[in-house]
């Protein structure tokens, strides 16, 4: 999948967790960006992503994330052939 599909899934995910139809996210927006993005908010949006990409993000390796194009980065990773998804 290419990162401008996988950034265009995550801002969907972003406006679902956030109930914000008009929320708009980049590489760069972190959690200072986005109303309401605090540790409780970025677990649901981790579970949301692992449900839509089919992968599975670790606690510790989702506790690393410092910006959406981090995440991005780590879902393209997750989606490479020879990874273990979550079916």
Do not use: N
């Amino acid at each position: 999948m290419d990162p401008q599909a996988i950034l265009a899934e995550l801002q969907q995910a972003f406006r679902t967790t956030f109930l914000d139809p008009s929320l708009v996210v980049g590489p760069e927006t972190t959690s200072a960006d986005v109303d309401g993005w605090d540790s409780l908010s970025h677990v649901r949006l981790l579970l949301m992503v692992e449900r839509q990409f089919r992968i599975r993000i670790p606690a510790q390796e989702g506790s690393r994330l410092t910006c959406v194009g981090d995440l991005a980065a780590l879902i393209a990773r997750k989606l490479e052939p020879g990874c273990q998804r979550s079916d």
